[in-house]
């Protein structure tokens, strides 16, 4: 393929995706536009700038049209309806067909936050998803196989690919690294998108990681252009927004307008979003210290704005409001464990049904029954809660802003906690794995985020820690990292080569002056 350039292996069947028409597609995409990606990566740049020079985040001024005129984004898409609740997870062989098979409404099948992009999970997440709308895929282990139900059984596919900030170095486009969000929704669209639509549904995405409105019209113009390329109706795309960083909370309504077209939505990706808030205003000092990331709840009063207001601008404007992830995993071993983990998921997903939401996501398939019954026992027969338009809701900027009212202490538990937390994380994504239970946890990209992101914020503030009155230092966390890694070290299934690469790189990313801005950058940087 001219100007193309595959430097991965071509690994059993990947030349079923790796096709040149294939590859044509994904390079026109990125031909065209590669260029505002990177003028909007450098927009990001200059406003993180401001921000930490003392600016400030509030409503843009030149969009108060947007908000303060009349239009509506176009009307649920076939499949996406009713999505009371949703499944996240990875594009393994296993996942994709437990996803599909777990009652919930719809999959968000994950080649972001979820996912280790090494190039075989990639491809072959890209495998998983045809063979499953094909009705050829099966996984067998331990003595059990694993087969798709009939398809009016199955969830609606949403496929979430990477991030605008984040490139694929094993394709090579005129001699640049493709970029990771173009290739993800490139593959799956060339080969997905006709398969889907004979089905009755249609190729629908999630879209993270997006900063400002002008992201969005950037993907909006993808879409225009890629259905243009295959022939594929306009609108036929259909695209949910996360809202998980801190200045998106201040564009939501000029996001769904960039995409109106293509809209199904925002999200309320609040992992992400709590990281993005330590970020953003990461060097001005304890008016934006969060407390350890444990004791920061939904009630707090900053995030009660951000998915208050979340729901007010969906609803405004005919568009889903899909709330946050239920990390907890049911324990089938511990009863104890069980009952602490369904009853604080049935307490979110009451709050967030409650509010208006029109569904919301969990990880684990033996948490879809819980989240079902609650919103089942708001909407009943609906298909959701568009017509609750929230008009009691004024958020004002100062209340996106709040985070000092947020309750909490910052303790050596919660910091030997983050420390744990990101360094087990750190080795399974190196080794391959982008989801993984930790603690009775689900932990993905964005939760390592928040941990090393409150040790880098608790350093440079001279945080004393409310238990033990010690002040964290980078020689503290140095000594709980070794204290930890021996604990670590005496459980089965310890791999010493990964977690050195793991200690390296959590060092680089906490402890370090510089503060890199995602800390999955530097370790696919690591990754083969």
């Not at 294939?22 to 740049?45: G, K």
């Not at 596919?157 to 094993?170: E, I, N, S, T």
């Not at 070794?482 to 299934?493: D, N, Q, R, V, W």
Request: with cysteine; charged share 30%.
């Amino acid at each position: 393929m001219e100007g193309v350039e595959i430097t991965g292996p071509l690994l059993d069947r990947f030349d079923e995706i790796l096709t040149p028409k294939a590859l044509a597609f994904v390079a026109t995409l990125h031909r065209e536009f590669d260029t505002t990606r990177r003028e909007l990566l450098a927009v990001r740049d200059e406003r993180q700038a401001r921000l930490s020079a003392g600016g400030t985040l509030d409503f843009l001024p030149e969009t108060r049209q947007v908000r303060e005129s009349e239009w509506r984004v176009a009307p649920p898409a076939p499949g996406l309806e009713d999505r009371r609740v949703e499944i996240t997870g990875p594009v393994d062989r296993k996942m994709t067909i437990n996803a599909l098979n777990s009652g919930a409404k719809v999959w968000l099948a994950d080649f972001e936050d979820a996912n280790a992009p090494t190039w075989e999970n990639t491809i072959s997440g890209h495998l998983n998803l045809r063979d499953a709308l094909d009705r050829t895929i099966d996984f067998s282990s331990g003595g059990k196989d694993y087969v798709l139900k009939p398809d009016e059984e199955l969830a609606t596919v949403v496929v979430r690919p990477r991030g605008w900030h984040l490139p694929d170095k094993h394709v090579l486009v005129d001699g640049s690294e493709i970029s990771g969000s173009l290739l993800d929704f490139g593959l799956y669209f060339f080969h997905c998108a006709r398969r889907q639509l004979d089905k009755g549904r249609g190729p629908y995405f999630y879209l993270p990681k997006m900063e400002s409105h002008l992201e969005a019209r950037l993907w909006n113009d993808v879409f225009v252009r890629a259905q243009e390329l295959l022939g594929v109706p306009h609108g036929t795309i259909r695209a949910t927004v996360l809202i998980e960083t801190y200045p998106a909370a201040f564009e939501m309504e000029e996001i769904l307008y960039e995409l109106r077209d293509h809209s199904a939505g925002l999200n309320a990706g609040r992992w992400d979003y709590l990281f993005s808030v330590i970020k953003k205003f990461r060097t001005r000092g304890r008016e934006f210290l969060l407390p350890e990331r444990n004791s920061v709840t939904m009630t707090a009063p900053f995030m009660r704005a951000y998915t208050e207001l979340l729901v007010r601008s969906c609803h405004k404007r005919g568009a889903h409001a899909i709330g946050g992830m239920a990390a907890f995993i049911p324990s089938r071993r511990d009863p104890e464990v069980n009952k602490v983990a369904l009853e604080k998921v049935r307490a979110d997903k009451t709050r967030e049904s409650g509010d208006g939401f029109d569904g919301s996501w969990v990880a684990h398939p033996d948490l879809v029954p819980i989240c079902r019954e609650v919103f089942d026992g708001v909407l009943g027969e609906r298909p959701n809660q568009l017509d609750r338009l929230r008009e009691d809701v004024h958020v004002t900027a100062e209340d996106l802003l709040a985070v000092s009212k947020t309750p909490g202490q910052i303790t050596e538990t919660g910091l030997r906690n983050n420390v744990d937390v990101a360094l087990r994380y750190l080795a399974a994504w190196m080794g391959g794995l982008g989801a993984v239970a930790i603690h009775n946890l689900m932990e993905d990209a964005a939760t390592a985020e928040i941990s090393r992101s409150q040790i880098w914020q608790w350093i440079h503030n001279d945080i004393e820690l409310a238990d033990s009155g010690a002040v964290v230092t980078r020689e503290l966390v140095e000594r709980i990292i070794t204290e930890e890694l021996a604990k670590i070290a005496g459980e089965p299934g310890y791999d010493e080569g990964l977690y050195a690469q793991a200690t390296a790189l959590f060092k680089e990313v906490a402890l370090d002056d510089d503060f890199a801005e995602f800390l999955t950058l530097p370790a696919y940087a690591r990754m083969q």
